[in-house]
């Protein structure tokens, strides 16, 4: 299994994300890993992580990167050299089986489309996320959150049938139920967007549709795929990451504030310890985009060693399970469906 990664992607690159390539070959003695960027700030990264951990990992120089700030539209016409190009090159030349940036997510959204171009059938990608809640499961798939600001009632039935897709394959997750946030649960519940999708939604066979999703019930755990527009997804993934870092300090403070607490705080050390695991994004290591005709990663910009090690797991996940295949075959199987209203 080859994976390119952007090794000058993200707040924290190249350091964190050569340490993170590392810690992912280190952990799987069949990856293999090529950096894409600066081979002089590369190397000078992998002499710190030891010799040991950097075998199965070669490097591919480039000038150019794209930084967080560069807008999608000039990057196409104007850095077509930068390592978020090159990376995704190779898996377009099927020299990777996948790619992972912790970059900007705008741009790779716009690069992927234009050097892998999109799957039969589907009109727009989606990214798609991890969360967790509190099912017997422990997590659920939401999706799109942030490729998409404006969408149409077709882009969102799409959505749900990669999100589906994805869950059978990725998550291993049987005949996984599939949502629409809204506002309220009942069908005539939502704006505009939400009400149009809703009986194509209810009509598509392919996916296991069970209406709409509250808020207050997404880490409950009430659907196994929760499908919205970009814009609704991504402020719902930002919240409940704030939320969750908010959390975890108020604990940590009422924790520390007395030696009452201090004692209480040692005891269920282990408790807290699993508390912010599940909360802490770097564990679920990176979101990927659904739709086009490869495997994309994409990680946060704030991504450490260790986020960037797990986005690349869930690279070779996606690519190992043939995803790209059974949405294309579930997307072919629904497209009078999709296109009827």
């Not at 190249?14 to 390539?21: L, N, R």
Request: glycine share 10%.
């Amino acid at each position: 299994m080859i994976i390119a990664v952007d090794a000058m992607g993200g707040d924290n690159a190249p350091a964190e994300i050569v340490k993170g390539a590392c810690k992912a070959v280190a952990e799987n003695s069949n990856l293999q890993v090529i950096l894409v960027g600066d081979e002089k700030a590369i190397k000078k990264e992998l002499s710190l992580c030891g010799k040991e951990n950097t075998a199965n990992i070669t490097i591919m120089h480039t000038d150019e990167y794209i930084a967080m700030d560069d807008h999608p539209s000039e990057i196409i016409r104007g850095k077509r050299k930068s390592s978020m190009h090159i990376g995704l090159k190779l898996v377009k030349d099927k020299k990777a089986d996948g790619f992972f940036s912790a970059g900007n997510s705008g741009a790779a959204m716009a690069v992927s489309m234009v050097i892998l171009g999109l799957l039969d059938g589907v009109a727009r990608p989606a990214i798609g996320t991890i969360l967790p809640c509190s099912n017997e499961r422990g997590h659920f798939f939401m999706l799109d959150v942030g490729a998409n600001v404006d969408c149409r009632p077709e882009h969102l039935v799409t959505f749900a049938i990669m999100g589906s897709a994805y869950a059978k394959k990725v998550l291993h997750i049987h005949n996984p139920t599939v949502g629409l946030l809204s506002n309220g649960e009942e069908e005539g519940k939502g704006d505009m967007l939400t009400k149009a999708v809703f009986p194509i939604l209810k009509e598509t066979s392919v996916i296991n549709f069970v209406g709409n999703v509250e808020g207050k019930a997404l880490f409950k755990g009430e659907a196994d795929v929760v499908v919205c527009d970009g814009f609704a997804g991504n402020i719902a993934l930002k919240v409940s990451q704030s939320v969750a870092k908010y959390m975890v300090s108020v604990l940590k403070e009422e924790l520390l504030s007395s030696t009452v607490s201090k004692i209480g705080a040692l005891l269920s050390k282990k408790a807290f310890q699993k508390v912010k695991d599940k909360t802490d994004g770097a564990q679920y290591g990176g979101a990927p985009l659904l739709g086009v005709k490869g495997v994309c990663v994409i990680g946060h910009g704030s991504s450490n060693d260790v986020a960037v090690a797990n986005g690349i797991k869930v690279a070779i996940r996606a690519a190992e399970s043939k995803m790209n295949d059974a949405i294309i075959d579930d997307v072919s199987n629904s497209l009078s469906n999709i296109y009827s209203y």
